[in-house]
Each structure stands twice: as C-alpha cells, then as structure tokens.
C-alpha cells in the first residue's frame, strides 16, 4: 500500500476521535433530545443521518457513542500491549521448562473461546464494562506475547548480544536497545488489527444489552434500536454500521501498511497462468540439428535478458552451455520449454526442434515425451507431500498410461535404471540424500523418454563423490538411449568429461562456441580464457588463483559494444561498438574483435554478424 | 506424531480443568453469590443461611469446585438456580441447533473460501481484486449488523426466506435449511475471506517452487499441477486455519443467534450473562471449550496426515 493510500485510513480515524470527543462542543442535538415531530425521519436538512424511533438526532448519537466504543477499545489495546509485550519479553529470556511453560500456556490460550468467557466476566461482574474490557485484553494478548517472546529469543541468540551479556550487559540494556525497536513493527501491526477487533466486539456486546444501559448511545444498541424498526425505517441500519464498519476497516488497513513498511520485503511471484499457444510467426530456417536455436532473444519484465543467441545440438549430443552465474544460462534452458518466469518471453529468433518452431508451438505435447528436465536443487524439485513412486508413476501415466499395475511396474523399472533401491519408492523426498533426489529427478525426467534433457547445474548440490556417481549415470543412460543433453554448468571439468561441444555465456551474448577441446585448449575469447584460468587445476598448483576481476553486468546495464568489455585486459577502442561474430577455424565462433591476440597460429577467418 | 497429539491432549485437558476452575474462583470473588440471586431482593437472614449450606456454599471454593469437577466428568453440570433446569440437560436440548449452525458454516466457510482463493491464485487479475474486496468486507462489517442487512433484504423487502427461528432437521429438512441459510451465511462471510486470502497466498508460494517448475518441464499437465500438487502443498498452512475458525464460529454463534432467534447455545449464553446465570453459563464454556479441543485435535491429525515430515516424527 502506498503512502498516500494509507494516509485515508488514519485521516479518517482522526475525524472520527476528533468527531467524538469533541461531541458536546460540535453535536448539533443532545443526545437525548427527542424530536416527537419528526420520528424516523431518514436524512433530512435539520437530521443529516435522520432521526430514531424518538425523534432523536442520528449524527449526534453516533458522535456520543463513539466515546464510549473508543474508550473500550483503548482499554483492550492498552491492556493487549501490557500483558502480551511483558509476558513477550519476559518469556524471552525464560529458559528450559519456563520457556515451555509459556508455550503450554500460550497453546491453552489459543483454544478458548473468547466471547462466551467474556460472557461469563460479565455475568459476574454485572456488565462492568472496564473489568469485561480488561479481560478480553488478557484473552486475545497471546497472539502478541508469541509474537515479541519470538523476537527477544532472536534478538538473545545473535552472537553480539551473547557476547555483551556474557561481559555484563544487563538485560534492560538489551531489551530497550535492541529488542524493543525490533518488535515495534509487529507490535504495531498487531494492535491495528486487535484495536479493530475490540471495536467490533464492543458493538457486539452492546449490542447484546451488555453495554452502556438505555438511553445513553453506543454504536451497538444503535445497531439494537435499529433493528426493532428494520421494517418501517431500514436506513437506520446503515449510519452506525459503515462508521463502525469504516473503523474496523481502517486499523486493518493501517496494520497492513505499517507491516508493508516493517516487513523483510519478499518478492511474491505471481502464479503464471496457463499459456496459450504463441501467436508468433515462426522465422526458422531449415535445419538437420535435433534443436536449433537461432538468434533467440529473451527478455523479463521488459528487459533483455540474452541475445541474439545461436545454439545447435545433434541427436545423441551433449553440449555444454558454460558461464559464471547471472550470465542467462538458466534463463535460456527455460525458454527452450516455455518456462520462463512470469513476464519472461522470447522477443526474437526461432527455436527449431525436430522439425518444428518451439516458440510458434503449443508445448504441451513437447513437454516431458520430447524435451524433459532436471534441476538444479534435486530436492527442491521434487513435491515433498507424494511419495516417489506417487511422482514417477503420475509422469508415467501421463506419457505411457496403462493398468495400476503396469505402471507401477514401469516405475520400479525407472527406478532400476538410475541404480535406486525398490524401497525407495515408498520415500518422500526429505528421506532422500541430494544424490537420491537428483537420480529421482532423471527417472522423472526419462518417463517420457525425451529425445533431449536439459540438465540445469545437475550436480551443483551435490557432493563430489556423488557428482561422479550422477554424472556416469547421465553419459550411461545417454548412450543407452541415444538421447541428447544441454548440460548447463560453470564448471569446466564437467564439460569436459562430459560434452563434445560447448558454448560459452556471458552477459546474455554466447560469445564463444568451439568442440571442447578446441575451447580448452586454444580459447578465442577473453572471456573463455579467463574462465579456464579462474579453474582450479593441479599443474598450476603454487600459483596464485586466477580470477577475472569484476563482476557480470546486470542486464539494465549493459554496454552497447561488448559486454565482457569493463573487465576485460585486451579491451581496445573498438570494443565499445557491436561485436560481430567471428569464425576463425572450422566451427570455433568468437564474438571478441581482438581474438587474434589470443589465437597464436590465425587460420582463416569469416565473419558472421548472425550467429556464433 | 504421537509426541504432537500427546502434548495436544495434555493441553486439552489442562484448559478444560483451567476455564472450569477459572469460572468458579471468579464466582468466588464476585459480588453477591447463588443463594442471594435465588433469594432475590427480600429474604430472612435465616433463609439466606439455610439456602447457603445447602448449595454447599460454606464449604471452602477448592472444595465446591471439587464436587462440581466429580459430578461434571459424569455428565453432571449442576442445576440452574435461575431456572431449577439441570444445565446439561438445557445444553443437550440446545446444541442441536447451535451444531447445525457451526457444521454448515466450517463447510461453507472451507469450500467457498479455498474455491475462491485457488480461482483468484490461478487466474489473478479481476477474480483476485474480488476476493480482496470480499475479504475486506468479511473482515471490517459486524456478523451481527451483516445479519441484521440481510434479514432486511432477504425477509423484509422480498420475503424470501425466513427471518428467525429454527426448524429442527428432524421436523423438515428443508424448513431446517431454509431456516439456515441467513444464519449461515452471515456466519460464514468472514471466514471465507480469510480463507480465501490464505489459500491464495499459499497456492501462490506454491505455484512458484520449483518442483513445480520442475513437473511443468517434464509434462504434468497444468490441471494437475494446480489442482493435485499445488492445492496439496498449501492445503497443509490452511487446514490450521479451521481450529481458529471454529473458535471464531462458535463466538459467532453468539451474535447470530441472537439476531435471528435461534434457540442454541449462544443465545443460552447471551440469555444466562443477562440473568446472572453463573452455573448455566458456565456449563455453556466448558462445552465451547470441550468442542474447539476436540477440533484442535482433529485438525492436528489431519496436519499431520497432509504432511509427510510431520507424520514421520
């Protein structure tokens, strides 16, 4: 909510206090007065708001009334604030069984129901409006002690503050300074919404005749009287019901703000809804590659992402897709699968699979039987509540079907295939290890039986051991099933176990693409070669780790020539216009203007603006 | 799992004993006691002390409570002195109607609030901007001023449906729904806004997982993915939702039934507090509180059922 948005609620709660406290000054009427003449009038010139069954004056009764449901509401707020941020702060420090005595007591007080207590309060106390408020203050204050005791346990836990309590900082210290501004936040929010919660329940329980005795107004025997005349006069209803109603609404809402303010920000990502096939004309040339991207461009939210990119895999192929994190690796095997984050399309180019353009086409029948993928975060991408044979079997429904039976069957086979254990299947995924949960995630992904995987980082998270174990098992099923993988990664020496060719990102340009031992051992780009040299390897052991210094360009700030440019040691004038692509041996592209300075033999050269 | 239910009974029982003694010390230290309320405004000191010793109130209050507690756990609430009526008896006659009102209003508010917040979390736009009003309206506009409109609207200018009293199941099926509908409604408003907001915000935090992401790429259909994993991924936040709603129903219940007449528990409530009718509605508590446990325990179960981590503990 914006300022000036929450800026409505708290003026109008100004000129209801100002309005009601103000009431024997700025009333057109006593409260009492009754105007025999004009009973049940609706509004009118002398009666803004009409006038009651006795002819008396609405507006004057309505400002009258608030006293009394304001001061009551104080009293709940108030009573919330001493009770709840005390106990809070108090618990915070308790340890051991204190602790979990609170607790105890916090749950209990969770599951009482709090009108009929209040109820009884007033029973016994014969409608004593102060001791019914006091003790609904004391029943609803749990919710904030859990809030503040959460707050001060933290605040107690950060090792600065262990540190000064250990050499002697009293407690006050610690709770005035550093947990009370903490809490304020939540505290504030709290109150907001409970101080509109009393106003409703002090309606309520004068409504019920629990209040304030006849004739004096509150804004629940308002209510009362109304309803007595609903059917000669229903207009009555609606004055005190929108000022109270309006009250209600306006704490909620500057609860909400101030919690909009306070609150950590967390981006919420709205759901994407289904897609529609694109409505784009597809621009694909022809091709023998089973994938052929050809000058794609993704943009998110607005903002190119990557561009002009050109990327081939042959059927059986695996090709690396290489750079530091931030360079739009991911972002590109997204749209490959039309799973770009919400905001994200392809602006340009074609991505020609099998004969068909992916961004003219509904990927519905691609998805899983054509093209398939696994994560980054095998747990993650696994749905903790349904079991593993419920996730593998629910894709091996969608692409083969059959029997109960059958299907379970094909599971156990999946499962057999990535070298998982039967008893396996009956486990959810927070009973698998990284390594379990990534092969999970290849049965998951070889259900359909693709064609092609895209493998996004699939041993990042995962310990080196297994990394191998994962990776002979990708190059295993690969050759078993001829299908092909776009192995997205930062790390060199699984593309070069793994990958035939590879394409180098960086900043949303592929700036290079060679077989991968052409890459490694003759790189054409700065880029590339600082990669290489920023990997770990055993004959440069002694020497100094090198690094390329800087960091990726976001994609806002982008220069117009290369992108690499600001970090680069080889950087010349001409680098800050458009680089074409360059193609100085057979199948080795290079979009840097200077690659010659790094190539020792030359060789012939082409120049390409398309592709690299 | 067992640990969760074990420390939930244990917490049950405990709040039981807590309200019970809670309304008995208060009765204690109020002022006046059971004899003169019996007694009224003109009575002989010697028929003051004769009643006295025999309600037992000479006997120290742990003792009082002590009977009172041996004779509960028998089904036993102790008599009325306002109305001579067994208090159990008046509660067993009542909660009928207040079960029926509380019953159909959790499955109103249940399936008419995840049904709009799965709509709005999957279609967004002019859906989610209705919930946000509904659930502002629900939120600021008192059940019993929201009770009192529609009975203006529904009873008064068209007469549509019936503006007060219960009709018993047993009597006529549908006189007992006709006779519901309004009540319901108003009781259900709220917290299917609160429902709906909920439900929104957890399909939306499920929605952008990425198991998701991960079950889209590999072909599980976008019906699915909604309705099968999503909805079971975040029904596990709003299941806990049901135990408040029911302790905010049953407040409810309060209000409503005494807008439209309805002779339940809420309205023996509201009917004891006016009498000073301690011992009644101290029976109506330790019902209330009895029934919100119980539904705490459910919903912890079924917590516990939704979600595999909780169950393996």
């Known amino acids: 909510m914006s ?157 600065y503050i262990a540190a000064a309590r250990v050499s002697g900082l009293p407690n006050r210290h610690i709770v005035v300074r550093h947990v009370l501004p903490r809490v304020a936040g939540p505290v504030i929010v709290q109150l907001s919404v409970l101080a509109g919660g009393a106003l409703l329940i002090d309606a309520g329980l004068s409504y019920l005749g629990f209040g304030a005795q006849p004739p004096d107004p509150t804004w629940g025997t308002m209510i ?58 597809s621009t694909a040339a ?124 094909r599971v156990l086979d999946l499962l057999r295939d990535v070298d998982l254990d039967e008893k396996v299947a009956a486990r959810y995924p927070h009973q698998l290890s990284g390594g379990m949960a990534q092969r999970v995630g290849i049965a998951m992904a070889l259900a359909g039986e693709p064609r092609l995987l895209i493998a996004d980082e699939p041993t ?11 990776l002979r098992l990708l190059r ?102 458009p680089v074409p692509v360059f193609e100085p041996e057979p199948a080795h592209q290079t979009r840097c203007v200077n690659h010659v300075l790094l190539s020792e033999g030359g060789g012939h050269e082409r120049t390409s603006a398309e592709c690299a | 799992m067992a640990r969760l239910i074990l420390y939930r009974l244990l917490i049950s029982v405990a709040l039981v004993f807590a309200i019970s003694l809670a309304t008995f010390l208060l009765q204690a230290a109020a002022p006046g006691d059971i004899a003169r309320t019996i007694l009224g405004d003109h009575f002989s000191p010697e028929a003051y002390q004769r009643l006295h010793h025999e309600l037992g109130l000479d006997d120290p209050i742990l003792l009082q409570y002590w009977h009172w507690l041996t004779q509960a756990i028998q089904g036993d609430l102790g008599t009325s002195p306002i109305s001579g009526l067994p208090v159990a008896g008046e509660i067993a006659n009542r909660l009928p109607v207040t079960a ?69 199941l047993a009597t006529s099926p549908a006189g007992w729904a006709r006779s519901l509908v309004l009540p319901v409604t108003t009781l259900a408003l709220p917290g299917i806004a609160l429902f709906a907001k909920q439900t929104r915000d957890a ?26 994993h999503a909805l079971r991924n975040a029904s596990i936040p709003v299941v806990t939702l049901v135990g408040l709603t029911l302790v905010s129903l049953l407040s409810g219940t309060v209000f409503v039934e005494a807008v439209f007449a309805m002779p339940g528990l809420g309205g023996l409530a509201v009917q004891a507090t006016s009498q000073h009718d301690i011992r009644m509605i101290q029976g109506v508590v330790v019902v209330f509180t009895l029934v919100v446990v119980t539904v705490n325990l459910v919903v912890d179960l079924a917590y516990g059922w939704l979600n595999p981590k909780v169950r393996a503990r």
């Open chain 1, 476 to 577: 295993r099923l690969q050759a078993d099933r001829g299908m092909a993988i776009l192995l997205i990664t930062h790390d060199w020496a699984i593309v070069a176990e793994m990958c035939q060719r590879a394409y180098v990102m960086y900043a949303g340009h592929i700036v290079e693409s060679a077989p991968v031992r052409d890459l490694v051992d003759r790189p054409l780009h700065p880029y590339t070669a600082g990669l290489l040299g920023a990997r770990p390897t055993r004959d440069r052991r002694g020497r100094r780790l090198a690094a390329i210094p800087g960091v990726v360009p976001r994609p806002s700030a982008w220069p117009s020539g290369c992108h690499f440019a600001e970090r680069c040691a080889l950087a010349t004038p001409e680098c800050a216009d």
């Open chain 2, 100 to 168: 029926s009102l509380v019953i159909c209003a959790t499955i109103a508010t249940a399936v008419g609030g995840v049904a709009l917040g799965v709509l709005s979390a999957v279609r967004g736009g002019r859906v989610g901007r209705a919930v946000d009003v509904l659930s502002l309206i629900g939120y600021a506009l008192p059940s019993f001023w929201l009770a009192l409109t529609m009975v203006t609207l529904f009873s008064v200018t068209v007469e549509l449906l019936p503006a007060t009293g219960y009709v018993p």
């Open chain 1, 224 to 281: 009362a009287e109304a309803s007595a005349v609903i059917d000669r006069q229903p207009w009555l209803l609606i004055p005190p019901g929108v000022v109270l109603g309006l009250a209600i609404l306006a704490f909620g809402m500057l609860g909400d703000y101030v919690r909009d303010v306070t609150a950590e920000r967390t981006e919420r990502v709205p759901a994407r809804p289904p897609r529609r096939p694109r409505r784009r004309i």
């Open chain 1, 460 to 470: 990042t998270a995962l310990d080196v051991t297994v990394q191998a174990e994962v």
């Open chain 1, 3 to 159: 300022r000036k948005l929450a800026a409505a609620p708290l003026g109008y709660l100004i000129v209801l206090v100002l309005a009601c406290v103000l009431a024997p000054v700025l009333a057109p009427y006593s409260p009492n007065a009754t105007d025999l003449d004009n009973v049940l009038s609706g509004p009118t010139v002398q009666h803004p708001l009409g006038t009651d069954g006795l002819g008396r004056d609405v507006l004057t009764r309505l400002m009258y009334g608030g006293q009394v449901s304001l001061v009551n509401a104080a009293i709940v707020v108030l009573t919330v604030l001493l009770a709840g941020v005390t106990s809070g702060i108090a618990a915070g420090f308790l340890d051991g069984w204190l602790d979990k005595a609170f607790n105890w007591v916090v749950d209990m007080m969770l599951a009482i129901p709090v009108i009929v207590t209040l109820l009884v309060v007033l029973a016994v106390f014969g409608g004593n409006q102060t001791v019914a408020m006091i003790s609904l203050g004391i029943l609803i204050s749990p919710g904030l002690a859990r809030v503040t005791r959460g707050t001060t346990f933290a605040v107690r836990q950060e090792l």
């Open chain 2, 203 to 228: 399909m939306l935090e499920a929605l952008s997982r990425d198991f998701v992401t991960a079950l889209r790429a590999n072909g599980i259909p976008e019906r699915s993915i909604v309705f099968r």
């Open chain 1, 286 to 409: 022809p091709t023998t590659a089973l994938l052929s991207i050809q000058d794609v461009s993704i943009a998110l939210a607005g903002t190119t992402v990557a561009e002009n990119l050109c990327l081939e895999i042959d059927t059986g192929q695996t090709v690396g897709l290489v750079g530091e994190s931030g360079c739009g690796k991911t972002i590109t095997g997204r749209a490959i699968l039309d799973l770009l984050p919400a905001g994200g399309t392809v602006t340009r180019g074609s991505m020609v699979f099998n004969g068909t353009d992916l961004t003219t086409t509904d990927l519905r029948a691609v998805r899983g039987s054509e093209i398939a993928m696994i994560s980054q975060d095998p747990v993650a991408a696994l749905d903790p509540v349904f079991t593993v044979a419920q996730q593998v079997g629910e894709l091996v429904r969608r692409h083969h079907g059959g029997s109960r039976r059958e299907v379970r069957a």
